[in-house]
């Protein structure tokens, strides 16, 4: 009981982690409601979903955040950019990159699932989106809870956590133990095609986060089939 009650107590940090998935894999969740054709926008650092893009026409697209809300339209650059071959062979087959001032080409740790060349300020914006609400830079972790977030078969996103805090079902610890609840919620893990680069296939999890209220610490988490 000792030993419970100590572990109930473990003090919480601020960690901040970059992704630990295979690459070409994110986590999302997703909102309730979505325009049809929407497809995810993935972001390398943290590996997860950050918003969606549907094409309304050719070189104009319809940007939506994470919770299903449009952002803005965002449209080709007029002026075609100065790119070598090399460029138009990684852009035909799905890599993503930002154009600036039409000229300047820089390589981006933001994906579309179609070509969709996002300005700064969209990725930015999108971003900024996973702030509202509860923070996931308002969560804290225990050092074993931590720990686990090193690991690419337990590593789930800190924004992800934090979706599933805020819109999962929320209930007492299994164990009884005060102050503490879990929260579960519906994920999918996006593994991209490598036969058709730009396209997800998508297997669904359930993800379970245990948290000590009083001070917004994540004790545990795990996902599972």
């Known amino acids: 009981m000792v030993t419970g009650l100590a572990a109930s107590e473990e003090p919480g940090r601020y960690y901040t982690f970059q992704s630990r ?13 979505l325009p049809h054709g929407a497809k995810p926008i993935v972001d390398d650092e943290t590996g997860m979903c950050i918003g969606y893009s549907v094409s309304q026409a050719p070189g104009l697209w319809q940007i939506y955040d994470t919770e299903g809300n449009f952002v803005r339209l965002e449209e080709a650059p007029l002026e075609s950019p100065l790119i070598d071959p090399t460029d138009l062979v990684l852009l035909a ?37 996973l702030k509202i609400g509860l923070s ?32 999962g079902t929320r209930m ?35 993800l379970e986060v245990l948290v000590r209220e009083k001070d917004w610490t994540i004790m545990h988490f795990q996902y599972m089939p």
């Open 21 to 33: 998935l295979p690459h070409g894999e994110f986590f999302e969740i997703r909102p309730r409601f």
């Open 93 to 129: 087959a799905g890599a993503f990159r930002i154009f600036l001032a039409g000229r300047a080409l820089l390589q981006s740790g933001v994906r579309a699932a179609v070509t969709v060349n996002l300005s700064h300020a969209t990725i930015s914006l999108l971003r900024g989106r």
């Open 136 to 167: 996931a830079r308002s969560l804290k972790m225990t050092e074993s809870a931590a720990k686990h977030m090193y690991e690419p078969g337990r590593y789930v996103p800190l924004q992800i956590q934090e979706k599933a805090i805020r819109y």
């Open 172 to 206: 007492p610890d299994p164990l009884r133990k005060p102050g503490l609840f879990r929260y579960e919620t519906r994920m999918y893990r996006l593994v991209e095609d490598k036969q058709k680069k730009g396209s997800y296939f998508y297997k669904p999890y359930r």
